[in-house]
């Protein structure tokens, strides 16, 4: 049986990933230019769901990026920081 930590991204989640590494690369061991506190990015989504930390000094325009290209693609972005849906 599988549980929900063994479902894979969905078509959808997997373009909007790559859309995001579009703008950033994912994070490597040398990589001090990618928002991401953690990679490979698509490691963090399960299903219809994503969940990636971001460095702090990056997040303000990272998180806003990431906002804007969901809502570009017809999905939800929630701010667990802002504890609200991103417009």
């Not at 950033?24 to 399960?46: C, H, N, Q, V």
Request: proline letters at 7%; one cysteine or more; a negative charge.
């Amino acid at each position: 049986m599988e549980t929900e930590t063994d479902e894979r991204p969905t078509e959808r989640l997997r373009g909007y990933v790559a859309g995001l590494l579009e703008r950033w690369r994912d994070l490597t061991e040398d990589d001090d230019t990618s928002p991401w506190s953690t990679g490979p990015l698509i490691g963090e989504a399960r299903g219809s769901l994503i969940y990636f930390p971001m460095r702090w000094s990056m997040a303000e325009e990272a998180s806003g990026f990431a906002a804007g290209l969901a809502r570009s693609m017809g999905l939800v972005c929630f701010d667990p920081q802002l504890n609200k849906l991103r417009p």
